[in-house]
């Protein structure tokens, strides 16, 4: 069993950097790809990007490459999201997710979620 909290949401001015964190507990964690998802109000869950559980590999959907990088601290059983020049279209509830299947980007590979965290980018 996994258990996910996401932290570190907030509101900011687009152009800005946010970072935000998905704490794991499960001494399991480790093993899993994470994935951070984002659902904008009146719209779908959508992939942001994925690490493996290595966090040797990663990928990211297009919308986000090249301004967001997604990385692991196993040793401190956290995923992080650093997310730069960020956008008014970048606000959404971030939710973090974890799977046994290795980096997917769809929501039903994945066995846990977090509660998610609000992100808002003002214009």
């Known amino acids: 069993q996994v258990q996910l909290v996401e932290s570190g949401g907030g509101l900011v001015q687009a152009g800005d950097s946010l970072r935000i964190s998905c704490a794991a507990s499960?001494?399991?964690?480790?093993?899993?790809?994470v994935g951070w998802f984002r659902q904008a109000p009146g719209k779908e869950r959508e992939f942001a990007a994925a690490i493996r559980w290595s966090g040797d590999s990663t990928y990211y959907a297009d919308s986000v490459k090249g301004r967001f990088t997604i990385s692991r601290d196993n040793a401190k059983n956290t995923v992080y999201l650093e997310m730069n020049s960020l956008k008014p279209e970048d606000t959404a509830v971030y939710y973090c997710?974890?799977?046994?299947?290795?980096?997917?980007?769809?929501?039903?590979?994945?066995?846990?979620w977090g509660q998610g965290t609000q992100v808002t980018v003002s214009s």
């Open positions: 499960g001494r399991t964690f480790s093993s899993y790809a």
């Open positions: 997710a974890a799977t046994s299947h290795g980096i997917t980007t769809r929501t039903s590979r994945y066995d846990y």
